[in-house]
């Protein structure tokens, strides 16, 4: 049984359009000779080189490592290869009831049942291939070896991944989305550790493949495509596979075009196959430009829609302040209303002009962090405002700064033409990690830590948070109960207008 073959046959895994860089992929897997395929120029880009194409092993690499694009059947290579492991392998030095495994490891058992699945339903699927399967379930699958010794396919995921790599032989591993996998220094459950217990237990013509999309340039993975890649040796193979050669006819011209206009980590990843820039600014300064205001700095409140406010609060003193920002939306565009900063001043201070601040713009409730929040919604309490506490998590900071992100991609925001508040949204940084993105405020000399970004993004989300319909109604409701408020109704009509009224964030007596 050959990877190749399995991949390309009908009765397999029935990719019969198979590219250059993929068979050359199961022929490396293996061991075998390219023949034709040493010459061709995708394959060549893959290895590194013409000097990698002919410094491949002759025989079965240990290890295979392929980082390629989404949509290039890279893991359907590496489950193809699993396949072939459980009927070539050496069995002969085990023991009666010694059972070997092929493990499929994952970071989340969501991710990890995608390989599992598409092996069985391959094999049942498949008349020629069913007869191999002896028994399966959710996470194991039973084959039948020529020698009639069975061997394991064990689905596993996250911190059962250790256990299921020790105290047992290994016909092989698959750590699938092994780019976003960390190492010894990150955790517990790493790659680096899983590869320790792996590595001395394979039996012969057993192989270790560690697969995925390029991603932070970071962890074990990475450093293997650093340091091995043009390299090959009977020890490590890496290959990389971009979009257009892994699969043309879904990386076609167009699309790859398209990719690269609308979202530049997507197609570095995708197209060319190289993994994101560590470090890059959230923020496109043609976008800010492109959506600033030249004036006025502050919007007066008359000219204003229904307004929301977050701040950004601090402990004062020491140069570092309070941020307060005021948004509101007004033809279908989010308007940045004011920017301001109260600095080398406590939080009592700094709330009571940040309350009269709102008052103006009729805000009641602020929006806040975590951060000192029950004291600083008592202090707020004392001059009217309500501070709304929004605990800021690093999913929360992703999540709300690309927001506003794309509001501003999308030319759907306006921002103030403050100069502070313009060098807070440029200096923005978003860092790639092992498990996705996180949002980075660098700290300046003078304590500023983009204060008024964060306070904005707070802002923001109030704003794109709340129901369009929602707002719409909370303002004809607020103008009938103002209307009976200030009518010749009942005592107890008016009575209830203002239980209404401050069960909506308003303080009636001062209507």
Request: glycine letters at 10%; one cysteine or more; aromatic letters at 4%.
């Amino acid at each position: 049984m050959r990877t190749e073959a399995l991949l390309t046959s009908r009765d397999g895994f029935g990719i019969s359009t198979a590219t250059p860089v993929q068979r050359a992929a199961c022929r490396i897997r293996d061991g075998l000779p390219l023949g034709e395929l040493a010459t061709n120029p995708d394959v060549i880009a893959a290895l590194g080189g013409p000097e990698a194409v002919a410094a491949l092993p002759c025989s079965k690499p240990i290890e295979v490592c392929e980082v390629a694009a989404p949509r290039t059947a890279k893991t359907i290579r590496a489950v193809a290869s699993a396949l072939v492991a459980t009927q070539t392998v050496d069995v002969s030095s085990l023991g009666p009831g010694e059972i070997p495994r092929v493990a499929i490891v994952s970071l989340t058992k969501d991710v990890a049942d995608v390989p599992f699945g598409v092996l069985i339903g391959t094999v049942i699927a498949s008349p020629v291939l069913r007869p191999l399967l002896l028994e399966h379930s959710k996470e194991l699958a039973i084959f039948r070896h020529p020698s009639g010794k069975p061997i394991e396919v064990c689905n596993v995921a996250g911190a059962r991944a250790g256990g299921s790599l020790i105290a047992r032989w290994l016909a092989g591993a698959i750590f699938d989305e092994g780019t976003r996998m960390s190492g010894a220094e990150d955790g517990v459950v790493n790659l680096d550790d899983s590869r320790s217990a792996v590595l001395d237990r394979l039996l012969p013509g057993a192989q270790v493949q560690y697969i995925g999309s390029p991603w932070a340039p970071v962890g074990p993975v990475y450093e293997m495509v650093r340091d091995s890649w043009g390299k090959p040796s009977p020890e490590l193979v890496v290959l990389r596979t971009t979009g257009p050669a892994g699969n043309p006819s879904h990386w076609t011209p167009e699309f790859c075009e398209r990719l690269r206009r609308q979202d530049p980590n997507a197609y570095r990843v995708g197209v060319l196959g190289e993994f994101v820039d560590a470090v890059t600014g959230l923020m496109s300064p043609g976008a800010v430009q492109r959506n600033t205001r030249r004036a006025p700095l502050e919007l007066p409140p008359e000219e204003c829609g229904q307004c929301f406010a977050a701040i950004d609060p601090s402990e004062g003193g020491d140069g570092n302040g309070f941020s307060l920002v005021v948004v509101d939306r007004k033809a279908g565009r989010v308007r940045v209303v004011l920017a301001r900063e109260w600095r080398n001043c406590g939080p009592e201070a700094a709330l009571s002009e940040i309350a009269a601040t709102c008052k103006r713009y009729g805000v009641r409730s602020c929006r806040t962090d975590q951060y000192a929040g029950a004291a600083n919604a008592a202090i707020a309490r004392r001059f009217g405002l309500k501070l709304e506490i929004a605990p800021s998590t690093g999913a929360s900071n992703v999540e709300n700064y690309t927001n506003l992100a794309t509001l501003a991609a999308s030319d759907e925001i306006e921002f103030s033409p403050d100069a502070t508040l313009q060098r807070d949204l440029l200096s923005i940084r978003k860092r790639a990690t092992s498990g996705g993105w996180r949002i980075e405020l660098p700290r300046t000399g003078d304590r500023r830590h983009a204060d008024l970004a964060a306070a904005l993004a707070g802002a923001v989300a109030n704003v794109t948070g709340t129901n369009a319909e929602q707002i719409a109604r909370r303002s004809a409701a607020l103008a009938r109960l103002r209307e009976q408020l200030e009518g010749d109704g009942s005592e107890v009509g008016r009575w209830i207008a203002k239980k209404k009224l401050g069960g909506l964030g308003f303080d009636p007596a001062e209507w």
